[in-house]
């Protein structure tokens, strides 16, 4: 069974920093692109960050280039989003996403797989 598991949301001040993971299951990230999505209340999903299976391309929205980075880890089947810089805009909740196909696909048309989320919160 398929399962993303997101982690790491939580509340911090402006200009703080989080990391989230998400781990998969019941399949290997090796051959999927994974990527983070995001909901605030009141609005539409937006992509945030996604990175492909094979040759490490990114793709990241505007809003976030240069404060946020996507890495991976196959070895332990994990994908992150290191957020740096936050702003109080970047309060959402948080989604991972898996499928096998390229990261600007994905950040256009998301995932097939998805977790099931995790807060952030950026206040003072």
């Known amino acids: 069974q398929v399962q993303l598991v997101e982690s790491g949301g939580g509340l911090v001040q402006p200009g703080g920093s989080l990391r989230l993971s998400c781990v998969a299951s019941g399949f290997t990230l090796d051959y999927y692109a994974i990527g983070w999505f995001r909901q605030a209340t009141g609005k539409e999903r937006e992509g945030v960050s996604c990175?492909?299976?094979?040759?490490?391309?990114?793709h990241y929205a505007d809003s976030v280039k240069g404060r946020f980075t996507i890495s991976r880890d196959n070895a332990k089947n994990t994908v992150y989003l290191q957020m740096n810089s936050l702003k109080p805009e970047d309060t959402a909740v948080y989604y991972c996403a898996a499928d096998q196909t390229t990261a600007q696909a994905m950040a256009a048309h998301g995932g097939d797989s998805w977790g099931q989320g995790t807060q952030v919160t950026v206040s003072s």
């Open positions: 990175i492909s299976s094979s040759d490490g391309e990114t």
